[in-house]
């Protein structure tokens, strides 16, 4: 992600299709080249969250493309399963 052209606008978070991305409330970044603030997918990862499966894994059973992009897929803890 170029934090040079970032707006803080979130629509890169409602567009992925996979939610692997995340926004907090770290916004006030300040560097003195524009190397430093072009970020690399090691710089990007969050923390799983309880109940996250590390990535990569396979998708949930019975579940689709549409109920990850819906966000309707559950934990593999969870007995409702996806909703």
Known sequence: INYLRCIGCGLCIE???TR???MTG???MADDNRAGLIYGKDQ???PLQPGMAAPPHPMAPGTTDDDYYL???APAD?????S
């Open 15 to 17: 567009a992925c299709p």
């Open 20 to 22: 692997a991305l995340t």
């Open 26 to 28: 770290e916004y006030e």
């Open 44 to 46: 990007l990862l969050a």
């Open 71 to 73: 966000g309707r897929v």
């Open 78 to 82: 969870d007995p409702k399963g996806a």
